[in-house]
């Protein structure tokens, strides 16, 4: 067995898709007696967008999901406005999937789910890892049902009480606030479009109130959100309409299809790898859900390790926390202060920038327009034949794709070549008819930049000289 994942939520699935595609032996354990039901993390960011294309999942998340309502805002039971998280984007060469998606957390995963099916393999449900040993040449793991592994690697997906980072010993530093408590739930509601979200609140406090936001591929069911107050711990549907009742809001709810309540929970692991074992997702990292990240950030994570995983360099296994633990800390510090926004009732804390879209993660050390360790962009461009394609078509797949800009060919004003590994030849030329690629890529002739299986620049070399080497 090459990889051990515990945890079969949306990071240990992403990373199983991604080392079954590979063609390595993976098995995915999971304490649970059932699938999780519930829309909990149901923010998909852009950047998780091009990772599930690459996954082959993107079409079912778009045909199941839907862009992010508008809220109708209503104070002391009158609609008053209508408001957006952010602004609505259009597409761009360069950025195909420029908005968040919504889709229930339980449906992403059971996308996600029949995906690794395609590929061979399956979630190994009520088998908990017990405990676990490493040497030098793998890790031997011993789980609920009384049976031994044996794998190369291990990998907690196993969520912010992960076994295996107990185990291992890793400090979890951070806070829980328990000052703040709110209650999550899916709810089904009476009497409202499901085309939009609302907000209920007192107009005297109008950033302090209840949210609906409809779930997607289920008619009349909503997320609902809302503050706890002292003394109230139990998550039912006769709490939830009282909060409702209290505000005017006119709203029958008739259905409670699950619930929890939350608390801020800021936390980063102190290691993300211990020799052969690593760490990922609410594992290594638990985040607020303002900004919607945490998901987001543990899909990228496992699209981060699953090549690495692959190619087994140690430098290249070493890079996996150097890139992904600072990204974690920055993640958590845009979420976190989106949390204090809305502790403090900021008129703007429930706007969503840039920076919530992880289209701007990066792994960079040079300065540059774009240098190694960005996102590879897309572009729109054409084969030898006319026919059309993206740039993120030769990137899809477990492979690095080169690129070289200013290859000559006929009749066309911007060409470069696309080279596979082994290949020692120019690869077939591809016609960038509209200079959208060399634009994107800052790329005159000659330059010659590499991708990494992940979507990231791994070396660039220009006409001037190397910019920055690095493994690929």
Known sequence: MDVIIAGAGPTGLTLAIDLARRGLGVRVIDKASEYFAGSRGDGLQPRTLEVFEDLGVLGAVLRQGRPVPTMRVHLDGKYVMDRRMAEHLEPTPDVPYPNAWVLGQSQTEGILRDRLAELGARVELNTALVDFDQDADGVTARLSTGETVRASYLVGADGGRSTVRKVLGVPFEGVTDETIRMLLGDVAAD??????????????????????????????????NAPLGEGEDEASLEILQGKLDALGAGVRLTRLAWSTVWRPNIRLAGRFRVGRVFLAGDAAHVHPPTGGQGLNTGVQDAYNLGWKLADGSPELLDGYETERRATA??????????????REGAADAHERGENTRQLDVTYRTAEGRIVAGDRAPDAPVTDADGRPIRLFDLFRGPHATHLTFGVPAPDAPHAYAVLRPGESAPGPYVIDTHGHAHTAYDASAGTSVVIRPDGYIGRRTCPTGPVRNAPV
């Open 191 to 224: 009497g409202l479009d499901h085309a939009w979200g609302y907000w209920f609140a007192r107009a005297d406090a109008p950033m302090v109130g209840v949210g609906l936001s409809p779930l997607p591929s289920t008619p009349g069911l909503f997320q609902f």
């Open 329 to 342: 800390e920055r993640v958590l510090r845009i979420s976190s202060e989106l949390m204090r926004k809305h």
